[in-house]
């Protein structure tokens, strides 16, 4: 069974800092990780080749330095990496890049049974490339699985609802992405890690893709940034300290004052 | 072609039940039809649209694009995105609503690569701009550190979706009417590449956090599982839900439902009590919209203090059973 996992190398938003002077991020010696999501469906892939054998190829579409996220999944058990990456692909957006990343896969030899992605990239938390990549390369789509086993004609999956779960049977070639709950990521392995340190990492740009040249980065995103700011904080609150009786005390009556109790 | 614009809603449904998110998108759907002057309406999808009718007029729905199909009964990707796509296709409306829910963001981004629009996920806020006659969708980004404000500037339509929670629900009055307009589709074409073989609700009703007024949550702070007892306390004496932070759900002290945050419940209460929460924006970006947030922490700087309205600075297992006490006293 040929699996793909579209990984995405994303800032450590836990460690991502706003300066309240300039609006902009504090990227500066904010590490680089895979995004959490993607490691689950990572294991996924894992599991399933564990069981059924194959080959897993994660891709990742990103600046040169996204070669370090592919070579840290090769490093837990993904047998190969493609990364994409050129000038020409910045400031994609979720329909460039679903765009860009289908090219890829239409680019593959062995024909691909199952694509997995992370639930959402924690940058964005748009959740939407995915589905994209799903309707261009042409495959039936499941988002938020869970469970994924193998049947006679493709999967039977697991899919996280708002109000439980649902259970599908679903053809093969597919798509899936993958939420937290599936799993957690295996460790890497002393043989792999030194194995992926050495290993071909194949660059794919525009010459390599061929795209249509007006659906890819900045010009072939539909959506654009008007402006950031940082998220307003309130500024007419109260701190009370002190003894708890005191301070419960306070706070009951300025409820009151305000009508919530 | 519609003569004159369209703002639409996608109510979406599931055997003949409208998720509450619907409600709430009209609710903001209006105020940006009445800003704009496109006109509001709803798109349902489903095996029997007429009983759901009332309610969508009754939000503010003008039209309803009403598509009935037995396979419309249930949400399934392939069939649902091929009729929005080709309704879209026919009558291009300027703005397009989802719910950010399973469906919603199954849906959405598929449409949008169907045709060539613009999505913006889980917008927090939706404004007209009417000098560029353009949706302004703004978003945190960066696990809530920065707001973004996202346009579509060239493509339509221009799409978003919203999370629960988020807008306000407000009905106009019990007996709204409007136009319906039977659009006429043929499934018949679509091969059938996934099927939905079983449905499970498993919501516990004891956590009802999307309609509770008051929720009071527990973090890491609490110190250990049985202390939810604690949190419960409070939550009963206010008649309130129990909500919780990730790491107590992740250290299994209590089940995921209970989870607000960004990978777990977004919630919009008149008070929020967190209680031993340090505030990572995770967790904000889950809580802040509520009306009136407490914060217990005994660090005075725990950046949850930045979103409260009311901070108490102290030891949690002192002043939870205090405010339990008080309120139960002012009952009696
Ligand atoms: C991709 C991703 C998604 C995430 N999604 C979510 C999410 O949806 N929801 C969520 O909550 N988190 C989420 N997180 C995790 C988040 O980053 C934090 O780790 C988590 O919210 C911390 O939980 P906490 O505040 O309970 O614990 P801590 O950060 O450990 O805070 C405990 C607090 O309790 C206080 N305290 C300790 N003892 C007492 C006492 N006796 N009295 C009073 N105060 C006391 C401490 O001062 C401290 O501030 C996510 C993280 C990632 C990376
Ligand atoms: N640049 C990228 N390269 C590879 N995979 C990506 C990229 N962007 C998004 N993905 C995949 O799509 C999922 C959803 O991302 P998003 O739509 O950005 O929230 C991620 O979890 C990844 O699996």
């Known amino acids: 069974m040929n699996i793909v996992v579209c990984i995405k190398q994303v800032p450590d938003s836990d460690k991502v800092t706003i300066d309240r002077e300039t609006n902009r991020l504090n990227r500066a010696g904010v590490p680089s990780i895979i995004n959490p999501f993607d490691e689950n469906a990572l294991e996924m892939a894992l599991q399933l080749k564990d069981k059924h054998g194959g080959k897993i190829t994660v891709i990742s579409m990103g600046p040169p330095q996204a070669e370090e996220a592919l070579r840290t999944a090769l490093s837990h058990g993904a047998d190969e990496a493609i990364l994409i990456s050129d000038r020409k692909f910045g400031g994609a957006d979720t329909w460039a890049t679903s765009y860009t990343i289908t090219l890829a896969l239409k680019k593959l030899t062995d024909p691909v049974d199952l694509i997995l992605f992370g639930k959402q990239a924690i940058d964005g938390d748009t959740a939407q490339v995915g589905p994209g990549v799903a309707h261009f390369y042409g495959v039936p789509m499941i988002t938020y699985a869970k469970a994924c086993e193998v049947t006679d004609k493709g999967f039977r999956v697991q899919q996280v609802t708002d109000h439980g779960y649902n259970v599908w049977d679903v053809e093969k070639p597919a798509a899936l992405t993958v939420v937290k709950e599936a799993n957690s990521l295996r460790m890497p392995s002393l043989k792999k890690k030194m194995a992926a340190k050495k290993a071909e990492i194949p660059v794919w740009g525009v010459e390599q893709l061929q795209p249509d040249e007006t659906k890819i980065g900045l010009n072939g995103s539909p959506t654009k940034v008007n402006k950031v700011f940082a998220p307003p904080v309130k500024l007419n609150k109260e701190i009370l300290s002190g003894e708890p009786a005191d301070m419960v005390k306070e706070l009951i009556f300025k409820l009151r004052e305000k009508k919530v109790l | ?332």
């Not at chain 2, 396979?71 to 409306?93: E, F, G």
């Not at chain 2, 509770?212 to 409070?234: H, M, Q």
Request: with cysteine.
């Open chain 2, 1 to 332: 072609m519609s003569t004159k614009k369209e703002i639409w809603v996608y109510a979406e449904q599931e055997n003949g039940k409208q998720a509450g998110v619907v409600f709430e998108l009209l609710s903001e759907g209006r105020k940006l039809a009445a800003k704009s002057g496109f006109t509001l309406c709803a798109v349902l999808a489903s095996a029997n649209g007429k009983p759901m009718h009332q309610e969508l007029f009754n939000y503010g729905a003008k039209k309803i694009y009403n598509i009935e199909d037995p396979k419309l009964d249930t949400y399934q990707n392939d069939y649902c995105s091929k009729v929005m796509a080709d309704l879209i296709k026919a009558q291009n409306p300027e703005i397009v609503l989802y719910g950010a829910s399973t469906i919603g963001r199954s849906l959405a981004p598929t449409v949008a690569v169907m045709g060539w629009a613009g999505l913006t996920a889980d917008c927090t806020e939706l404004d007209f701009d009417t000098e560029r006659g353009i949706l302004l969708q703004t978003r945190p980004a960066f696990g809530g550190n920065i707001m973004a404000t996202i346009i579509c500037p060239d493509h339509r339509p221009q799409m978003s979706t919203v999370r629960s929670n988020v807008f306000k629900k407000e009905r106009v009055s019990e007996h709204e009417t409007g136009e319906v307009v039977d659009v006429k589709v043929d499934l018949s074409g679509i091969k059938e590449r996934m099927k939905r073989v079983e449905s499970v609700v498993e919501e516990i009703n004891t956590v009802d956090l999307k309609a509770a007024d008051y929720i009071v949550s527990g973090g890491r702070g609490i110190g250990a599982p049985e202390n939810f007892k604690v949190i419960e306390g409070l939550a009963g004496a206010l008649g309130g839900a129990v909500g919780a932070s990730r790491a107590t759900v992740d250290a299994g002290w209590i089940s995921h439902h209970h989870q607000v945050g960004q990978t777990g419940k977004t919630v919009c209460p008149l008070v929020y009590v967190a209680c031993g929460i340090s505030g990572a924006i995770q967790h904000l970006a889950g809580m802040q919209s509520a009306d009136l947030i407490i914060a217990i922490n005994k660090d005075r700087d725990a950046p949850i203090f930045d979103v409260a309205d009311f901070g108490l600075v102290g030891d949690l297992h002192q002043i939870v059973p205090e405010f339990t006490k008080q309120i139960n006293a002012l009952k009696s």
